[in-house]
């Protein structure tokens, strides 16, 4: 329910703790759902690729003491390599970015995803 993570959401809503915990346990649960962890000595952010029909949808947050610093491309770099040491079976990454969020469209960019501008938002897509 970070401010600045409500505000580039689709989703504005503030997130019921209860709520998550059952959407949380049901992505752990899910053979279309992975969630990785950056993290250092401690945890600086997440990324998590849901999967369907070969197509894996990016979603991922950096804590807010790291924003700024490049975890985002990182993040976004990283992903590619676990779902091939992993072997998982995608066969094209896309994540959606609203216009505002100069943060993400940067860190998309700079780890070379190809972009496409729809009408409220920029779909960042690669080929694996």
Same mark, same amino acid.
């Not at 959407?23 to 969630?35: A, Q, T, V």
């Not at 952010?45 to 985002?72: A, C, L, T």
């Not at 990182?74 to 066969?91: C, Q, S, Y």
């Given at each position: ?69 490049? /975890?985002?491309? +990182? ?5 590619? &390599? $676990?779902? #091939?040491?992993?072997?998982? =079976?995608?066969?094209?990454? !896309?994540?959606?970015?609203? /216009?505002?969020? +100069? ?5 998309? &960019? $700079?780890? #070379?995803?190809?972009?496409? =501008?729809?009408?409220?938002? !920029?779909?960042?897509?690669? /080929?694996?």
């Amino acid at each position: 329910n970070d401010p600045k993570v409500r505000k580039n959401s689709f989703n504005k809503e503030k997130i019921d703790y209860e709520e998550h915990k059952k959407w949380f346990e049901n992505k752990l649960n899910s053979d279309e759902s992975h969630i990785f962890i950056l993290k250092d000595e401690v945890p600086i952010g997440q990324i998590r690729i849901d999967i369907e029909n070969q197509i894996g949808v990016i979603d991922y947050s950096v804590d807010k003491k790291y924003r700024g610093e490049g /975890y985002g491309t +990182k993040l976004l770099k990283l992903i590619i &390599e $676990k779902i #091939n040491n992993k072997n998982i =079976e995608i066969k094209k990454l !896309i994540g959606e970015v609203k /216009y505002k969020n +100069k943060a993400s469209c940067k860190a998309f &960019e $700079k780890a #070379n995803f190809n972009k496409e =501008e729809k009408d409220d938002y !920029i779909k960042y897509y690669k /080929y694996l």
